[in-house]
């Protein structure tokens, strides 16, 4: 059975099954999709903060979330993320006893830059910081903030600057702030960060599936008619 081909009809028969207006949104937002810019966080113990930050990234445009668990296993809260979820590509690293050094090598090898977020005085102020190229940003667990392996393995570190008691805003709040600005800089400086064409069609074809009611029952039917086909 040729995958690629299986797939194409799929998308095709599962087509029938959504809106036009929903087709045009999803083409809509495949266009402005990007993994050029991409989020880490690492550790966070509280469902709304994690769940803030990817409703944050999903309305910038941003596709992948990376989610280490070493300590704090992840969760969710379904009322602030609003849906946000079902959208997005979440790794996950809990497996090992050196998770964050497992997603570190996956992002390198992908060719991301890693930026973790500190309040401490070797960060940068992030509004100084030019984004040229594929960039992470790591987001620290509540509290304790940025582990030691982050803090030894890190490309560079950027800070919001503080103008009052407070050392630090929530970590929701750092995202939205140092995301907007890293994601205009991507989208006004370099061109080509969008989704390549394999990449559109595997979401496109990912994002049918969770549009159509009772699919299940149409993956059925459809694999036994193309089966029926192929014979």
Known sequence: ???????????????????DHKKELFEEVLSQRTRHLTVVLEDLFKAHNGSAVMRTAEG???????????????????????????????????????????????LKAEGYQIIATSPHEYAKDFRDYE?????????????????????????????????????????????????EDFSRQLRSKIKGIGLTPEEIFTLKLEWYQKMVPNVDAHLRAFDKSYKTKLN
């Open 1 to 19: 059975m040729n995958n690629i081909e299986y797939q194409k009809e799929l998308l095709a028969y599962l087509s029938d099954y959504v809106t």
């Open 60 to 106: 910038m445009g941003l596709q992948d979330i990376h989610v280490v668990e070493q300590r704090n296993a992840y969760d969710y809260n379904p009322y602030v993320l609003r849906g946000a979820g079902k959208w997005l590509t979440l790794y996950k690293y809990k497996d090992t006893d050196q998770n964050m050094k497992v997603c570190f090598d996956h």
């Open 131 to 179: 984004i040229t190229q594929k960039t992470a940003v790591v987001f620290g667990a509540e509290e304790t903030g940025i582990s030691d392996y982050v803090k030894a393995h890190a490309d560079d570190f950027v800070k919001i600057p503080m103008h009052g008691f407070t050392e630090s805003y929530n970590i929701s709040v750092s995202a939205a702030i140092i995301l």
